[in-house]
């Protein structure tokens, strides 16, 4: 019933770009909101961004405002999160995730369901 997939994780210099993808069930993508969060090995989980699916708005940690950018296609009940000007301190596992009621608080690290998680390293 909750399928949340990610893709289009891999290694990159510093200043490069990826683009994740979540394909997502029915059911997940339309939960409340979805978005991001990261962990890296021996950290804390950070969010990175969310969307609120009835509206569209969007959230997005300090330290990747104005670099990253999250998404939706309805067509394809798939999230998205382009990432610019990568810097070595956004290497983690990045993982999608859903939350089911308000506020939506993924942003914060706080979400109902979520995927496997897709690598993105970056080098210096």
């Known amino acids: 019933q909750v399928q949340l997939v990610e893709s289009g994780g891999g290694s990159v210099q510093a200043g490069g770009s990826l683009r994740l993808s979540c394909a997502a069930s029915?059911?997940?993508?339309?939960?409340?909101?979805m978005g991001w969060f990261r962990q890296a090995p021996g950290k804390e989980r950070e969010g990175v961004a969310h969307?609120?699916?009835?509206?569209?708005?969007?959230a997005y940690a300090d330290s990747v405002k104005g670099r990253f950018t999250v998404s939706r296609d309805n067509a394809k009940n798939t999230l998205y999160l382009q990432m610019n000007s990568l810097k070595p301190e956004d290497t983690a596992m990045y993982y999608c995730?859903?939350?089911?009621?308000?506020?939506?608080?993924?942003?914060?690290?706080?979400?109902?369901?979520r995927g496997q998680g897709t690598q993105v390293t970056v080098s210096s």
């Open positions: 029915e059911y997940a993508y339309n939960r409340y909101c």
């Open positions: 995730a859903a939350a089911l009621t308000a506020p939506c608080q993924i942003v914060r690290g706080v979400f109902r369901y």
């Open positions: 969307i609120v699916s009835g509206n569209g708005m969007t």
